[in-house]
Structures are given as structure tokens and as C-alpha cells.
């Protein structure tokens, strides 16, 4: 479904195309997320903790390109790319599960760090999609809504990535 046998062909099939819009889709929200929490750090960075956000700022700019060139591979047919695409997909919705985990049984960590707090449900869920920086502040803020958000896009780009059997 994704490689090809004749290198240097493009990938074909709605499942390799899939995955690439997906992963793309993935990259371009890590960017916006990326730059968001970076500027808003940048103007305020008392209102954040700061190892934690630089961190989630350089994982959301490392999880794009490390997206985009799964994407990449995957449309030059060469099966690593299912594979590349499918290690950062799951590690970013594994981070995403672990935080709806947490929402869903109420754990309320100790850290006291807020980044949002004065945002809406809606503003907080809809950041929550803006990739590995959305799904941190998701964790961060313990909202099961924003965090279910957050897990969605990635889980799905995860189980479109995993290999599948040929016969």
C-alpha cells in the first residue's frame, strides 16, 4: 500500500496518500503551535515555566520536520517513511493519551504552572490540536475536552502509518 517496488516511483494508493496529508496537516499545526507558545513566551516568559516551554517549543519544531520527512518518504515510496511518521505520530499521541488519561480520573499534579488560565474551554481546546505545544498545555491545564482534542489528530495520523499486511 505505501512502497513500491520500482525505486524512485511516488507512493500510490488512498492510504499512503492519506497518511502524508495527515502527517502534513500534522507538521503545519506543530509550526503554528510552536510559534504560539514561542511568542507568547518571548512577551511574557514570567507567565511561563521556562525549561518546560522552551522544551515544548523545540519538541513541536523537531516533531514538524521530523513529519515532514516521514511525508517526504513516504511520497518517494520508500517504506521508512511509514516508519518515521509512525514513531513521532505515536510519541506525540502517546503524550496526548497520557494527559486524557489523566483529565479522566481528575490526577491534578503539584507543578502549579497554568499558561492559560484566563482562556475559554473553546480557546484552550482549539490550541490543544496546535500540536506537541497544544498537547503539553493540554496536560499542563487538565481539561479532559482539550486533551481529547489533542489526541485526535495524531492517534489517527498513528493508525494510518502502522504497516500493513500484504497477501
Do not use: K
Not at 516511483?9 to 503545519?28: D, E, H, Y
Not at 511561563?48 to 518518504?73: E, P, R, T
Not at 473553546?122 to 490543544?128: I, K, M, P, S
Not at 499542563?140 to 493508525?159: F, V, Y
Amino acid at each position: 500500500m505505501y512502497g513500491n517496488s520500482v525505486a524512485g516511483q511516488r507512493a500510490g494508493g488512498a492510504v499512503a496518500t492519506t497518511t502524508i496529508v495527515l502527517a502534513s496537516t500534522g507538521a503545519v499545526l506543530n509550526l503554528i503551535g510552536a510559534l504560539r507558545l514561542g511568542f507568547d513566551f518571548y512577551d511574557d516568559p514570567g507567565r511561563f515555566d521556562n525549561s518546560l516551554a522552551v522544551i515544548a517549543v523545540l519538541g513541536g519544531l523537531l516533531l514538524a520536520a521530523v513529519l515532514v520527512y516521514g511525508s517526504v518518504l513516504i511520497h518517494r515510496g520508500e517504506e521508512a517513511g511509514r516508519y518515521v511518521v509512525l514513531v513521532a505520530a505515536g510519541a506525540w499521541a502517546t503524550i496526548a493519551v497520557i494527559g486524557l488519561l489523566a483529565a479522566l480520573i481528575g490526577y491534578s499534579s503539584d507543578y502549579g504552572v497554568h499558561w492559560f488560565a484566563d482562556a475559554s474551554r473553546v480557546a484552550e481546546t482549539l490550541f490543544a490540536t496546535c500540536g506537541l505545544p497544544g498537547t503539553v498545555t493540554a496536560l499542563i491545564e487538565g481539561d479532559w475536552a482539550a486533551n481529547a482534542a489533542a489526541a485526535a489528530l495524531p492517534t489517527l495520523t498513528a493508525m494510518t502509518a502502522i504497516p500493513r499486511s500484504r497477501n
